[in-house]
């Protein structure tokens, strides 16, 4: 038996953050967060399926491309008509017809798939999530008002939010970015989902999520916000997490309380590697190593996927990066390549030394 959390399905909403929707008084966002917790399990067994499923019946279920194709985005968008029906979802639009249509939350997860691919293709020449021209699947109004998106190993999922707490889960770049991230992150390093190696996988995702909404936007590292999931989260004051300021995502929210992620070591957070313990602070103690980013690409200034986003990448798909890497490695690692890139007495090693240091890791 293999342990169900390090492969998992990787939602946006981390099991704490339902946890605290579920005992909330108001009846509807805590029926939706049950609901939600209960389609969590669902996803979870077609996530295991795939883990054991062979090349063969991969490629039947559309889960690897039938032969590796040219560098050009393929893409479906399919409409879930507020089901949990995925085989009968109604296809809205695909990259070979284009076709018209009208779902808001159908036209955000083009934008934001598209600005994720070319992100990856652009500035690092990778084909895709896989770097062999997958096709992305990307569904939309999955079930009545779910407080949740998915990346389940081959397709993403969203829901439309419960409208109280969270209203559609497209409607952030950065988490449709943080979503497909994780595609990358399993056909790179596969980094195990579970304490610091689990939080460096979330960060990865954090962290290119946020590259992708600033190269969209084009915003420098002094212009952006710094903040994942502003518009998923209601409220103008609200956000999902802050690269910039760790802990200061949400502050006294009158459902989810206070944004519980560490920006330092010293408050590294050791919690039970269980789903209530969030696999050992996966979506908390990533608030370091985004920190430890942050400071980096403002201390590198201008834009961050320029500089400061080679180097991560370079880390994230270095065949010495192990599944089991802690925070220390990927130090190691994005000094050593900084040093590789841009010489060792250079601008930004300094700056990349600095933020693992103001991250005292
Ligand atoms: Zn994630």
């Known amino acids: 038996m293999y342990k169900n959390h390090l492969n998992p399905i990787h939602c946006i909403i981390p099991p704490y953050m339902l946890s605290k929707l579920i005992e909330s008084g108001n009846k509807k966002v805590a029926d939706m967060a049950v609901n939600s917790k209960f389609r969590s399990y669902r996803f979870l067994s077609d996530r295991n399926f795939f883990r054991a499923a062979s090349f063969y019946e991969k490629t039947i279920l559309g889960a690897v491309p039938k032969k590796p194709a040219k560098s050009t985005m393929q893409m479906e968008v399919y409409d879930c008509r507020q089901t949990t029906d995925l085989t009968n979802a109604t296809l809205l639009w695909d ?101 610091q190696t689990g939080a460096l996988n979330e960060s990865f995702s954090d962290i290119f999520g946020i590259m992708i909404k600033q190269r969209y936007n084009n915003q420098d590292v002094k212009k952006s916000n710094w903040l994942i999931g502003e518009k998923v989260l209601i409220g103008i004051n609200y956000a999902l997490r802050s690269l910039k300021a760790p802990g200061t995502g949400y502050r006294n929210h009158p459902e989810l309380g206070d944004d519980p992620q560490p920006a330092i070591m010293d408050n590294y957070q050791d919690m039970p590697n269980t789903e209530s313990g969030d696999w050992g602070g996966v979506h908390i103690n990533s608030g370091i190593p985004n920190f430890a980013f942050y400071v980096s690409a403002f201390n590198i200034g201008g834009y961050s996927w320029e500089k400061t986003g080679r180097i991560w990448y370079a880390v994230l798909t270095d065949s010495n990066l192990a599944h089991d890497a802690k925070f220390v490695d990927v130090k190691n690692m994005t000094i050593q390549h900084a040093e590789r890139l841009f010489g060792i007495n250079s601008l930004e090693v300094k700056a990349v030394k600095q933020g693992w240091l103001e991250a005292k890791v």
């Open 95 to 195: 990259t070979k017809n284009k076709q018209r249509f009208n779902s808001i939350a159908g036209k955000n997860v083009i934008k934001g798939g598209k600005a994720s691919w070319d992100f990856y293709r652009d500035l690092f020449g990778r084909n895709s999530i896989d770097n062999n021209g997958l096709l992305i699947k990307q569904y939309v109004h999955y079930d009545k008002g779910m407080d949740n998106a998915y990346w389940d190993g081959r397709r993403m999922v969203y829901g439309d939010g419960d409208g109280v707490v969270f209203t559609s889960f497209t409607s952030d770049i950065d988490v449709i970015g943080h979503e497909l991230t994780h595609g990358v992150t399993e056909n790179e390093a596969n980094l195990d989902y579970e304490n």
